[in-house]
C-alpha cells in the first residue's frame, strides 16, 4: 500500500521567505509525528499529532514554526521568515498509536530545505 | 526525561565481520526501544524493536538488539555483516509518552 509521502521533495528559499512543508500520512493512522534532521544531528522531534487530541508543539524551536492537521489527515508544517539554521531535512512520520507506546513509525522520504 | 545516547558515529568495517552498535538511554520507568535504520536513498524504516518480553529481539536482515534493564542499554548486533549493511542506524527510545527520542544516528560503512 501506499507509504508516508511528503512534498516538496526539495525546497530552496531566501532567507525571511516563508515556506510550507506537505505531509500524507497513511490512511488510517491517527499519529502523525514531524522531525527535524540535520547535518551529523539526530531526529530532533519537533509536533505531534495524536487524532483530534491537541498537538503536542513542545519541540517547535521558535514561533516562526507552526503546523496543523486538516481532517485528521494531511498536516502541513509552515516555516515562517526562514534563517539559515532552518536548513535541515524535514521529516514526517505516522503510526496507529494503539495506546501502548510501542507503535512502529513509517517515515516519508522527507523534504530538504535550504535557506540561501 | 528520556535521552539516548549513540556512543559510535561512524563505524568502518569488511565484509563478515561482527557488529555491535552501543545505545545506552536515561529513563527510569518502563520503555519500549527502537532501531531504525536508513539505507542510501531511502526513507527511515524499523529494523527491530523490544516492546515486552523476551529482551533479545530479533529483526530483518539478520539483526538482533539485546535489552539490559540494568545496563540501561539496547545494543544492535550482526554476527557477519555484507556490504548492503552500509547505512545510517538510529536507536530510539519511548518511555513516558508517545514521542519516542532518537539518538544521533551511527553511520556503518561495510567495504566490500
Known amino acids: 500500500g501506499a507509504g508516508v509521502s511528503q512534498s516538496p521533495s526539495n525546497k530552496v528559499t531566501e532567507k525571511g521567505k516563508d515556506v510550507e512543508l506537505r505531509c500524507d500520512p497513511i490512511s488510517g493512522h491517527t499519529a502523525l509525528y514531524w522531525y527535524r534532521q540535520s547535518l551529523g544531528q539526530g531526529l530532533e522531534f519537533l509536533i505531534y499529532f495524536q487524532g483530534n487530541s491537541a498537538p503536542d508543539k513542545s519541540g517547535l524551536p521558535s514561533d516562526r514554526f507552526s503546523a496543523e492537521r486538516t481532517g485528521g489527515s494531511v498536516s502541513t508544517l509552515t516555516i515562517q521568515r526562514t534563517q539559515q539554521e532552518d536548513s535541515a531535512v524535514y521529516l514526517c512520520a505516522s503510526s496507529q498509536n494503539e495506546g501502548q507506546g510501542g507503535e512502529t513509525q513509517y517515515f516519508g522520504p522527507g523534504t530538504r530545505l535550504l535557506v540561501l | 526525561a528520556q535521552s539516548v545516547s549513540q556512543h559510535n558515529h561512524h563505524v568502518i568495517l569488511s565484509e563478515a565481520a561482527s557488529l555491535e552498535l552501543g545505545c545506552n538511554y536515561s529513563?527510569?520507568?518502563?520503555?519500549?526501544l527502537f532501531w531504525y535504520v536508513q539505507y542510501p536513498g531511502q526513507h527511515l524504516q524499523l529494523l527491530l524493536k523490544?516492546?515486552?518480553?523476551?529482551?533479545l529481539v530479533k529483526g530483518i536482515k539478520g539483526f538482533e538488539a539485546e535489552f539490559i534493564k540494568s545496563k540501561f542499554s539496547f545494543n544492535l548486533r550482526k554476527p557477519s555483516v555484507q556490504w548492503s549493511d552500509t547505512a545510517e542506524y538510529f536507536c530510539?527510545?519511548?518511555?513516558?509518552?508517545?514521542?519516542?527520542?532518537f539518538g544521533r544516528g551511527t553511520s556503518l560503512i561495510v567495504h566490500p
Open positions: 530510539a527510545v519511548s518511555g513516558g509518552s508517545y514521542i519516542p527520542t
Open positions: 529513563y527510569g520507568g518502563t520503555v519500549n
Open positions: 523490544y516492546f515486552s518480553g523476551d529482551p
